[in-house]
């Protein structure tokens, strides 16, 4: 066991790398179990606040409460900030107030926000009343911005300096105050007016002579970030010009607060997996979610599967006598629905990325779907002489088999098209393409795949 935090599971092979481990696991809730106080910190001391917050999601309601009574108050405000948003409230609801309240007080302001905007009224005033009066009022402030805007997303505690300051002057401001923040990258440089003017990194403030000129020494990428400005473009911001920190200015450009890179990871992070979720047509959700809960949120979308499956079906009624006199068909059908199926998934998965990181825009949007349509032709044209061959083989029909590798051409060339097409289209009618793009691509490559086999079978088989 190392010294300071650890993660659970690091002693472990690279595949179980920072996994809970079973056996500390059975050994805090025998802890638990026993009531044995002293033995649950002893275990927990040496562990992250974001190991402590999986082992309370993974563990059951029962179970849980029990931990969180026990473990009382050694609890830290950091496990807060990192538990799932689905169990969060429950275990707020457990926490004793006192030590609710010195948890959040140990908070930056950034998580205190986190915190707050996804409870219910009651609870977000209980956490206020524990914070200090000016904390309190920095915290509404950031309230007041609107939902995943930078305003909520940026921390009230920064570090600032008059842009005339030395090192020296700067130096000496941060050894004298005692309010400086836990963690942070840059000293923001302002005007009189308050108004951001650049960032100087620690380092450079650290490794520069006393009577250097903070201007001296500041960075040549600098971005300012509007308060109301929407977290993703934040987040796109960060990566795309390799930001630490960036400072965020009211709607007179006044410096309000200070937004760092592990925020705007972790919004990204975020996106990535609510574009994964909602490809799947499961929504936002998480492994602590109820059963009705769940149900809800997948529902709706099995029922537009529903639907167009049942649209797929009467292009298939539309040549029951075909299929009746080659029963082969039949058997073929589900080949050519799959390929295309598949096909149209992958170029909407390039195509809903590509949106998602700016990558595909106005500007290259028609090469984008050149290629896609021409890697599908291409596809089509490899698996139609593959899918010819089988016809021929299997059935001894070589017109069978040319129908099904014509169809198969046409529907991977169209796969490819509207994989590409359809979420474009979306995005410029202000419809998230992650989370209705599915059912499209899936209702076309269906249609034209039956549609293409079925009547192509009818013209050269009857």
């Not at 026993?34 to 029962?62: G, R």
């Not at 760092?260 to 047509?281: K, N, W």
């Not at 295309?340 to 998602?356: I, M």
């Amino acid at each position: 066991m190392s010294t300071g935090d650890e993660t659970i599971g690091t002693d472990k092979g690279q595949d179980d790398a920072y996994m809970l481990d079973r056996r500390r696991v059975a050994q805090i809730l025998y802890a638990v179990d026993t009531n044995d106080k002293a033995e649950l910190a002893n275990l927990m001391e040496p562990l992250h606040a974001a190991d402590i917050a999986d082992l309370l999601e993974q563990v059951n309601a029962y179970d849980r409460a029990r931990l969180i009574r026990l473990y009382d108050r050694e609890f830290d405000g950091e496990i807060l900030s990192e538990l799932d948003e689905a169990i969060r409230e429950e275990v707020i609801a457990i926490l004793n107030p006192q030590v609710l309240a010195e948890a959040v007080r140990d908070l930056d302001s950034d998580d205190v926000v986190d915190l707050l905007e996804d409870l219910e009224e009651p609870q977000q005033e209980a956490i206020l009343d524990a914070l200090e009066d000016s904390d309190r009022v920095a915290i509404e402030q950031s309230l007041s911005y609107p939902e995943n805007s930078a305003g909520r997303l940026m921390q009230r505690e920064v570090v600032m300096a008059p842009e005339h300051w030395t090192v020296g002057q700067a130096i000496d401001f941060m050894r004298e105050r005692s309010d400086l923040p836990a963690q942070f990258y840059h000293v923001v440089m302002v005007s009189p007016r308050l108004h951001p003017v650049g960032n100087v990194t620690l380092g450079r403030i650290m490794s520069a002579r006393r009577e250097v000129p903070l201007t001296d020494l500041r960075e040549e990428t600098f971005q300012v970030i509007p308060a109301d400005q929407d977290e993703e473009d934040v987040a796109y911001a960060f990566n795309q010009y390799h930001l630490i920190s960036a400072p965020v200015v009211d709607d007179e450009g006044r410096l309000v607060g200070v937004i760092t890179i592990d925020d705007a990871m972790a919004v990204l992070d975020e996106e990535h997996e609510e574009d994964i979720l909602r490809l799947a047509g499961v929504g936002e959700g998480s492994l602590s979610d109820r059963v009705i809960d769940t149900t809800k949120r997948r529902f709706p979308w099995l029922a537009v599967n529903l639907v167009t499956a049942v649209l797929a079906s009467m292009v298939i009624s539309m040549f029951e006598d075909t299929i009746a006199r080659f029963v082969a068909l039949a058997v073929l059908m589900p080949i050519v629905a799959s390929m295309g199926g598949n096909a149209g998934t992958q170029s909407l998965t390039v195509a809903v990325r590509a949106l998602a990181t700016r990558d595909l825009t106005g500007s290259n949007v028609w090469r984008v779907i050149r290629r896609e349509v021409l890697v599908g032709l291409v596809n089509g044209l490899i698996f139609a002489v593959v899918m010819g061959c089988v016809g021929l083989l299997w059935f001894g029909s070589p017109q069978l088999g040319a129908v099904i590798g014509v169809a198969m051409v046409i529907n991977l060339v169209v796969a490819g098209l509207a994989g590409t097409v359809v979420p474009v289209m979306l995005e410029k009618m202000n419809v998230d393409p992650a989370l209705a793009s599915g059912a499209f691509v899936t209702t076309v490559t269906d249609i034209v795949g039956f549609f293409a086999f079925l009547g192509l079978a009818g013209l050269v088989l009857l």
